[in-house]
């Protein structure tokens, strides 16, 4: 059982990425999953997680309107859409999986499983 992030970079601001969570050894249908974020410095926040019944909840309001969150019908995968990125949105990406419904908080034992961070850069 297995969670993998993928598809961070490097890109300028104002630019997209798609970032992947990929599921190994079960199917993502049943569960929430969240992507969460830690910039240098600073301690792990909650981003954008959707809920077994596909019910997204925002944990900043920073990236409302900027990034979006979907899962594709095989139940492998969620993504992270991430559209005018800014210097700001700069940290390591992970994702994790819970049970049915998302958390609010965003401690280790809150999730199932965890996935390795992925690093996004944006900068010119």
């Known amino acids: 059982v297995q969670l993998q992030a993928s598809g961070g970079g490097l890109v300028q601001p104002g630019g997209s990425l798609r970032l992947s969570c990929s599921a190994f050894?079960?199917?993502?249908?049943?569960?929430?999953v969240g992507w969460f974020r830690r910039a240098p410095g600073k301690e792990r926040e909650g981003v954008l997680c959707?809920?077994?019944?596909?019910?997204?909840?925002y944990f900043t309001d920073s990236i409302k309107g900027r990034f979006t969150i979907s899962r594709d019908e095989a139940g492998t995968t969620v993504y992270l859409q991430m559209n005018s990125l800014k210097p700001e949105d700069t940290a390591v990406y992970y994702c994790?999986?819970?049970?049915?419904?998302?958390?609010?908080?965003?401690?280790?034992?809150?999730?199932?499983?965890w996935g390795q961070g992925t690093q996004v850069t944006v900068s010119s």
């Open positions: 050894g079960f199917n993502l249908d049943p569960y929430a």
């Open positions: 994790a999986a819970r049970w049915k419904f998302c958390s609010v908080l965003v401690g280790d034992n809150y999730y199932d499983h």
């Open positions: 959707i809920s077994r019944n596909d019910d997204r909840t």
